[in-house]
């Protein structure tokens, strides 16, 4: 073998050119705590609390410790709910802009020790961890930026001696926490240890964010970091659990005064809905809605709580998307979710652990219009059916539109297409259509346009077909697609 070869075999370009080697990787890619965030997929957040009792959205923060008693309050209930609903893990609001603080914190008096919630002994916090590990759910935290109790709030000593110990000891006493949250909503009218005055704070600076973050990064190191700019996972700009049609897992928070950074508050919110395509950052979406109309318990709603089917669109609309799902749960004044929110949940789950059983498209055979160096061992399409997110069906690089058909070999029934990016890769592909093989032509069924970590395509009617064809129209780097699925909705009885 004369050098030149083998040097080039070494370097893994082969002899059919640089195809042998993986693609390159295309614009930001996601980091390993993101890359486990996406596989989790859904989540719920939690929020219990002062407001529970009050009937109220947002405590003034003057609300008397004593009226938190959730004399029933069972953590293996609620957790155990989310469970059944297929949500794999938690986010407990520890303290919301009341500044009531769930856990027996140091850092205030305004915490569950002084009310009678066990005699002063109890610790919601401690309660949640437990049930988690006892039923195998993540937990994270969420612990208000602003504290409307706070009479520091609005000064630096409310960052340093308040909000950052609270930080430090959510996350010293109850990980492993998997996603940390801070929120947009900063600043106002509030009691402030009897000021009862505006306060007024620069959303931009006053957090110190990068230091505040810092935290997270030193004792969780595997938590995403939510907020408005990130910087692991974005709002998605939107309270209504709904992510756009196309939603790029990039982005670039803006800000919306020119000369100021953006911070949680403080950015054009509205274009985290569909992300930016040239995004400088991998920051996917989150999307966030209430089981009910409320995120706290009022029993006024008791008969507003969102049916199955409703669940199931949101579920198409932000996991569908390539977003994350959090979905809001409000624990009642005794400390459990109200029947109704069990039995929706319940029922939800139930539905998409039917729908997502069984892949129809597997034990099909796959074709490809082009394999990558034609390896088609390392890059072939039977990747795509292997159920692993990061084994992938790859082209050469100048082949950016391939098109794949997939024989499924007899006719069968499905309604939902799946497809999903090798995203250590990047985010690669622009457009996507699916036909179908009906009365002797192809005929198209479906399209899309992001891909990113998965994409439901939710079908207009159910397709009966012995084979499929996905031809992807648009990519700004040869595509690396590692999952094609095929499923049929499981019925929806309500
Ligand atoms: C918002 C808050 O103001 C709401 O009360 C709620 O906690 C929601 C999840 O985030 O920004």
Redesign the pocket.
């Known amino acids: 073998m004369n050098k030149l070869l083998l040097t080039a075999l070494l370097c893994g370009i082969g002899v059919t050119g640089f195809s042998q080697s993986a693609p390159r990787p295309y614009g930001p890619l996601p980091s390993p705590r993101q890359l486990k965030w996406q596989e989790t997929e859904m989540y719920c ?1 939690i ?1 219990f609390g002062p407001d529970t009792y009050t009937d109220k ?2 405590g003034n923060g003057d609300e008397d410790p004593s009226i938190v008693n959730p004399t029933k309050f069972s953590a293996m209930q609620i957790v155990g709910a989310a469970k059944a609903g297929g949500f794999k893990g938690i986010i407990v ?1 520890a303290k ?2 009341d500044g009531f603080c769930l856990w027996p914190t140091k850092s205030t008096e305004h915490n569950i020790s002084k009310s009678p919630y066990k005699n002063g002994k109890g610790d919601i916090l401690r309660e949640y961890r437990e049930a988690c590990d006892k039923l195998g759910m993540k937990m994270g935290v ?1 612990c ?1 930026p602003w504290d409307r109790n706070s009479a520091l709030y609005g000064k630096p000593e409310y960052v340093t001696e308040v909000y950052r110990k609270q930080l430090k000891e959510l996350y010293s006493n109850y990980g492993p926490l998997f996603e940390v949250w801070h ?3 900063n600043g106002g009218d509030g009691y402030y240890g009897g000021a009862n005055e505006k306060r007024t704070i620069d959303r931009s600076t006053y957090y110190g964010w990068d230091e505040t973050w810092g935290i997270a990064r030193k004792l969780q190191p595997g938590a995403m970091i939510f907020g408005d700019v990130g910087p692991d996972v974005r709002w998605v700009g939107n ?1 209504r659990g709904v992510a756009g049609e196309t939603c790029w897992a990039t982005y670039t928070p803006h800000s919306p005064e020119p000369g100021k950074a953006p911070g949680n508050g403080f950015v054009l919110d509205k274009e985290g809905t569909e992300g930016h395509r040239d995004g400088k950052y991998w920051m996917p979406a989150e999307c ?1 809605v209430a089981l009910r109309p409320g ?1 706290f318990y009022h029993a006024s709603q008791d008969d507003k709580v969102k049916s199955p089917a409703t669940l199931l669109d949101l579920y198409y609309k932000s996991v569908g998307r390539g977003a994350g799902w959090d979905l ?1 749960l409000s624990p009642n004044q005794l400390g459990l979710l109200a029947d109704n929110d069990v039995k929706s949940l319940t029922a939800f789950g139930n539905i998409l652990k039917e729908t997502f059983k069984t892949n129809l498209a597997k034990g099909a055979t796959l074709t490809a219009s082009n394999v990558r160096g034609k390896n088609k061992q390392r890059f072939g399409p039977a990747n795509l059916i292997d159920n692993d997110r990061y084994t992938y069906w790859a082209t050469d690089n100048k082949v950016t539109t391939p098109e794949l058909v997939v024989n499924l070999h007899r006719p069968k029934t499905f309604n939902v297409v799946r497809l999903r990016e090798n995203i250590k890769l990047g985010q690669r592909i622009d457009a996507v259509a699916v036909d179908a093989w009906v009365d002797n032509a192809w005929q198209e069924v479906g399209t899309a346009t992001s891909i990113g970590g998965n994409r439901l395509i939710r079908l207009k009617d159910d397709v009966t077909t012995a084979k499929v064809r996905l031809r992807i129209t648009a990519a700004a780097a040869s595509p690396a697609l590692s999952d094609f699925g095929l499923f049929k909705e499981a019925a929806i009885n309500n």
């Open positions: 957040l929020h959205e947002w609001v919301h802009h969420y208000s929120d947009g909503a309270e966030d995120w809001g």
